[in-house]
């Protein structure tokens, strides 16, 4: 089945660093995206979303880009923090509804 | 304002009972999902309910089951528990029905033995 899926299930960085977390997806009719950030013992928390008619949007120190040429997604984070690892799920909607679609994640591990 | 709350936070059954978990949404949020996350897994999706009717099934077995109540409170049922049920069970809600942002709850950890 179509699913989404993610390069590197670990990512590590130093303080301060941009990180980059990258997603594929296979479902050229989906049209909605959210990434979401998930800690231990707690459900996912919402990072950002976008839509298909855009290329990129942009939170406080997070920036999502979407390439629909290639199914691609990223997250990016800017001046990553300790606060900030986790592990990072995009996540796609393929039809009407909520029903999403999660990857498999990626640890992001921040070292001071 | 209060977030998503799931009841209870942790459960142990044992293989053959059921199980009923317990979400309340946001306060105005009319849409609650349901999900099953694996240890290591991205969660699955269960169920939809929006305006008290079901708006879309995940590929889960008739022992799951659910209903939302008129104040929008949701319940998930599962009966004949298998060990394979394991998993934190995560409840979120959303504003109206369709590709709109999900909040989650911290979810239901059940554990079958």
């Known amino acids: 089945g179509e699913s989404v899926g993610l390069h590197l299930p670990t990512l590590s960085v130093q303080e301060g660093d941009n990180s980059i977390i990258n997603c594929a997806y296979s479902n050229s009719a989906s049209d909605y995206f959210i990434w979401y950030k998930q800690e231990s013992g707690k459900g996912p928390q919402f990072i950002i979303d976008?839509?298909?008619?855009?290329d990129k949007r942009q939170g406080q120190r997070v920036t999502v880009l979407l390439n629909k040429t290639v199914k691609h997604l990223s997250l990016q984070i800017a001046a990553t923090q300790p606060g900030d690892s986790a592990v990072y799920f995009c996540a796609e909607t393929m039809e009407y509804g909520n029903k999403l679609v999660f990857g498999a994640g990626t640890i992001l591990r921040v070292k001071s | 304002d209060a977030g998503v709350t799931q009841s209870p936070t942790h459960l142990i059954k044992t293989r053959g009972q059921h199980v009923t978990l317990r979400c309340s949404p946001i306060s105005g949020h009319k849409s609650v999902s349901w999900y099953q996350q694996v240890l290591g897994q991205g969660p699955q999706f269960i169920f939809q309910?929006?305006?008290?009717?079901?708006?879309g099934r995940g590929n889960f077995p008739d022992r799951f089951s659910a209903r939302q109540f008129p104040n929008y409170s949701s319940e998930l049922n599962v009966n004949a528990l298998l060990l394979g049920d394991s998993a934190l069970y995560l409840c979120?809600?959303?504003?109206?029905?369709?590709?709109?942002?999900?909040?989650f709850g911290s979810g239901t950890q059940l554990s079958v033995l």
């Open positions: 309910y929006y305006e008290k009717e079901e708006r």
């Open positions: 979120a809600s959303s504003l109206g029905g369709s590709k709109e942002k999900l909040f």
């Open positions: 976008i839509r298909s008619n855009m």
